[in-house]
């Protein structure tokens, strides 16, 4: 079989948030691909995250990667 006849139709699309989240295993232990780095934001804008629940910082991460990669 060919790469042209495989049917990727029933395959959900993987988005950047879904890598964003991603950890790497290595020998059977998770290790994190993030690295804490402090950085300073407006308390408007990281209060405004933080309202929308769960994962705030993690759509934090989104919003810079897709900055940063439309600015490469």
Do not use: C
């Not at 993987?14 to 290790?31: C, D, G």
């Not at 897709?66 to 490469?72: G, K, V």
């Amino acid at each position: 079989m060919t790469d042209d006849e495989i049917d990727f139709s029933d395959i959900p699309e993987v988005t950047p948030e879904m890598f964003a989240r991603a950890v790497i295993f290595r020998n059977h232990k998770v290790v994190p691909r993030k690295k804490e780095f402090p950085i300073l934001l407006d308390s408007e804008v990281y209060w405004w995250y933080v309202k929308q629940g769960r994962g705030y910082d993690e759509r934090i991460h989104a919003v810079l990667r897709a900055y940063m990669e439309e600015h490469e």
